[in-house]
């Protein structure tokens, strides 16, 4: 497939910097819609929390990613704030795709952001794209999120919703944050530590979605995991022995987790996510970051 047109949200965030920085590389044009007045030429205004979209910056595109919505972890979660949670990423999508329904010819595919808190609490069950929605709020924000790309797929558009697990960079999200505690030799595993944690190196998880833009055969719900999740405890130690440094011995209990962090807690910590990317693997993408060490090796090197 030769380059193409396409129009990203959440341009800014971790993801979609490195997302743009490969598609740009790729030799395609990158149109990014941005909730601050212009100050490019490849930049669009859009306000999703006051339906402001213009459909026209879709025009002669040949592909959407959408990354937008607050991120999961970032404040404490008050009810304001699971509010904000779960209508940055209905809102937003609900406009993008209402747009794509609009227009006579639309874009051939919509990639849309979703997450493996879909399916809940698992334990070490391992689940892939064909498992039911599972319980807890971040599951009912995850349906519903996925709900609202429905009218693009009535209009024929192929929809894709990219289920990710935590993606590993030394830039942002999950692992920037530990990072420091774990090089003061202060890491631990949290909980009992057995729980499964389902992730993605940066780069894969790049490489996955450029995966997904050309593949037309390739709809609906799509695992962007590693096929190797581990265990809490594993990642704790694997973490440490890349950097060089001691891990506690003691976990961490959950008591002091569900102080310190709320009722994210127990939906983003303690719970158990053993996913399999199975329509990735299914379809012949190949992983070069499959393995953790290797993962952690190539985000701490960035």
Known sequence: MGPMTIVVTGSSGLLGSALIRALTADGHQVRRLVRHPPAAPDEAFWNPDEGILDPAVFEGADAVVHLAGAGIGDKRWTESY??????????????????????????????????????????????????RQGE??????????EGATARAEEAGVRVVRLRSGVVLSRRGGALAKVLPIFRMGLGAPLGTGRQYFSWISLHDWVDAVR????????SGPVNVTSPEPV??????????????????????????????LGGFADEGVLIGQRVIPRVLLDHGHRFNEPDLPTALKSALNE
């Open 82 to 131: 699971k509010r904000t949670v779960l209508e940055s990423r209905t809102k937003g999508t609900s406009a993008v795709a209402a747009a794509l329904s609009g227009m006579g010819a639309p874009p051939r595919v919509l990639l849309s952001s979703s997450a493996v808190g879909f399916y809940g609490d698992t334990g070490d069950r391992a689940v892939d794209e064909k498992d």
């Open 136 to 145: 807890g709020f971040l599951a009912d924000v995850v349906g519903q999120w």
């Open 231 to 260: 265990t809490n405890a594993e990642y704790t130690k694997a973490l440490g022995e890349a950097l060089n440094r001691t891990t506690l011995p003691i976990p961490t209990p959950a008591f002091a987790l569900r102080l310190a």
């Open 211 to 218: 995966f997904l833009l050309q593949k037309d055969e390739i």
